[in-house]
């Protein structure tokens, strides 16, 4: 069947997370093999308004698929949150011809794309954050790098932790969300593990624990902490002057958001980076790609919005139960 959408657009928005360049990539080669021209838009919404923006072939993407970070850049656009900003980047997709939109991105970079849609921009989103904090979608591009990342990092930090016999705090990415600290938190055998969603700032809780591990034998004390809650600098001063056990602060930080993308965040961009294509060329707008109960899925952008997302609760036990 011949497809309406004669151009595409692509765009990366908000935080990079690797596989964003496998998400482009896909967009472009299954855009082409379809006979839908690609346009890439470089630093988001930004670019956007700028007109920056690229004609993508086939080659254009040689030799991305393993590369982390955005080849097309990122960023965030305030400019872009006004109605003003939002009309003008309607007209730019006009005037270059671009009659369907892929932005790959986190929740914010979702609402923007909505906002296109409602200004007659065919519009599908894409889920790219290491934070995995979009609810819509069991998987989001990006995580599954981040988290090997700081598992292998905090892995090292634990050695050098346990022939000191010390205590470490080692904080991961999350502002608001607290997956890469509750996985690795499990993955790391950390004894605790500090979340954004359930922390209660209670440090008598911790000192407590430390000493209580120590008098079990323990000869370190992993606290895998998200930056949401941060401050990990003093919470060490302060849980060493309260346990008399050397403690270290380590802050992992945009070391999370580097490197080259697991096959599973490769594979994964890669499905919805060429369902948000078929998605364009079936005539649909203003959905968000996702994947759920082992299936590829989408939803309405204002829908997808509203959903809520909580840490898995058997998740949480069986964490608490592996510090024993
Ligand atoms: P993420 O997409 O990772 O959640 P942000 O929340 O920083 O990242 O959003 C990325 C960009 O998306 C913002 O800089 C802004 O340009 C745009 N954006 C965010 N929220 C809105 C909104 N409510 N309406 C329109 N555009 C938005
Ligand atoms: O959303 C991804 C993320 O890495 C968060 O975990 C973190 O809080 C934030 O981005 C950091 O953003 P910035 O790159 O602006 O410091």
Known sequence: MASKIGTIGVLTSGGDAPGMNAAIRAVVRRAISQGIKVKGIYQGYKGLLNAEITDLDARAVSDTVAQGGTFLYTARCPEFRTLEGQQRGAEV????????????????????????????????????????????????IGF?????????????VRDTSTSHERCSIIEVMGRHAGYIALWCGIANGAEDILLPETYDYDEQTLINNIIECRRRGKKHHIIINAEGIGHSASMARRIEAA????????????MQRGGSPTCKDRVYASMMGAMAVDLLAEGRSNRVVGYRNGDWVDFDIEEALKMQKHLPDYMLRVAKALTI
């Open 93 to 140: 997709c006009r005037e270059h011809g671009i009659d369907g939109l892929v932005v790959i991105g986190g929740d914010g970079s979702f609402a923007g794309a909505g906002k296109l849609a409602e200004l007659g921009i065919n519009t599908i989103g894409v889920p790219g954050t290491i934070d995995l904090d979009i609810a819509c979608t069991e998987y989001t």
């Open 144 to 156: 599954d790098t981040a988290v090997n990342t700081a598992m292998e990092a905090i892995d090292k």
């Open 243 to 254: 346990t008399g056990v050397e403690t270290r602060a380590t802050i992992l930080g945009h």
